[in-house]
């Protein structure tokens, strides 16, 4: 028997604050947290932006011994999970133990352990390369770490989806709980890809927004004069459980997931199908598991990473989806504030998505002053809105073609 699943926590770091509310309130004042990189010298490169997480220090959260054995991204997601499970009120005994997992995703992982330990190789010699080299960059051990420090014996995992990583984590979480394979999941993303071969990279794809002088303008989803994705960083983790055991317990629900949709493009290894089938796909998968049509969402968080051809897909999808009720339906992405945290994006955003629900309020799209006019949605543009919100699809595209849209709604 398939069992309501619901959210009843929520942990997240990123650019504009160490936990939710801190993002939370930040984005609502349409907030950048974009601006010049300082954790390394960007001189040589031509891009020179970023979305830093530059209050967040490992030493008050690690010991100097542990953080040798863990890249940030690894920190990012313990700290967040750390959030998640404080917030939902969740008391951790033998007895839920054992049916109680972890599934955290990233798109990349320990990014700059690897380019670290390549250099360490170069200059100094296989004999100097630490042993802790592996452990401290694989995708999983977020979910090792977390697993370790709350003794939590119940599924443990990750996923790897590149940019929807996040919200695959989510979604594949959402599923174990409803069909049993676990009663309690932390589930969501952490990246930290800010670093040389990070960005080299991005640079070299072409992907990434040259605003260099103006950083907290750079980020333009949906504008006609968008350039490319600004590189951020961070991470988010939900607390899921089925419905029952919440309201059994008196936990707040932030919301439920009652809808996922995944799809593939089929397309090509970067760019996004030129009309947005593979996006349509996985939006209308969402709504059907749900049993609702087009006219019951409240609001959309998309994916909206400031791409020409993104953009473009993206909106082409929601305009067939949704066809004569597009008008009607706000569109925002939070990623011109927060930059594109890549495999932690997806589950960033659903946690913006449940406190959306939660304050009846929707963050906007900032730098949004003149709207492609191939991307004809009702943006929500520079200023929050408050309006009820009960139901939000949240959509992740990625690298590979590979797409997931959450659907969260009201209790």
């Not at 300082?38 to 953080?67: C, H, M, N, R």
Request: net charge negative; hydrophobic share 40%; aromatic share 6%.
């Amino acid at each position: 028997m398939k069992r309501r699943v619901v959210v009843t926590g929520i942990g997240l770091v990123s650019p504009l604050g160490l936990t939710a509310n801190e993002t939370w309130n930040a984005l609502l004042k349409g907030q950048s947290g974009i601006d010049e990189i300082s954790s390394f010298d960007t001189s040589s490169f031509s891009v020179k932006i970023g979305a830093e997480i530059k209050q967040f220090d490992p030493l008050s959260y690690f010991s100097s011994k542990e953080l040798k054995k863990m890249d940030r991204f690894i920190q990012l997601g313990v700290v967040a999970s750390e959030e998640a499970i404080k917030d939902s009120g969740l008391e951790i005994n033998d007895q839920i133990v054992s049916r109680f997992g972890v599934l955290i995703g990233s798109g990349i992982g320990g990014l700059g352990t690897i380019e670290n330990t390549v250099n360490t190789l170069t200059d100094l010699g296989p004999r100097k390369i630490s042993p802790f080299f592996v452990p401290a960059s694989v995708i999983n051990m977020v979910s090792g770490y977390v697993s370790m420090k709350y003794g939590l014996r119940g599924p443990n995992l990750a996923v790897a989806t590149s940019c929807s990583s996040g919200a695959h984590s989510i979604a594949m979480a959402s599923r174990m709980v409803a069909y049993g394979d676990a009663d309690i999941m932390l589930a969501g993303g952490a990246e930290s890809a800010i670093v040389p071969i990070g960005l080299g990279g991005f640079s070299a794809a072409r992907a990434l927004s040259k605003r260099n002088d103006e950083p907290e303008k750079a980020s333009r989803p949906f504008d006609s004069e968008r350039d490319g994705f600004v590189l951020g960083e961070g991470s988010a983790i939900l607390v899921l459980e089925p419905y029952e055991r919440a309201k059994q317990r008196d936990a707040r629900i932030y919301g439920e997931i009652t809808g996922v949709g995944m799809s593939g493009d089929a397309y090509h290894i970067t760019m996004p199908h030129e009309q947005g089938e593979g996006a349509k796909l996985a939006m209308e998968a969402a709504l059907k598991e749900a049993a609702l049509g087009a006219a019951g969402i409240d609001y959309i968080n998309a994916h909206g990473t400031a791409t020409v051809s993104g953009d473009v897909a993206e909106s082409l999808a929601i305009e067939k989806l949704f066809g004569s009720d597009t008008p009607n339906i706000p569109v925002s992405s939070t990623k011109s504030m927060l930059g594109h945290s890549l495999g932690a994006t997806g589950a960033v955003e659903a946690a913006i998505s449940l406190m959306c629900i939660q304050d009846n309020a929707i963050p906007p799209t900032i730098n949004l002053d003149n709207p492609d006019p191939e991307c004809r949605l009702k943006h929500v543009a520079n200023t929050a809105r408050s309006v009820a919100v009960n139901r939000v699809l949240s959509n992740s595209f990625a690298f590979g073609g590979t797409n997931v849209s959450l659907l969260f709604q009201s209790i």
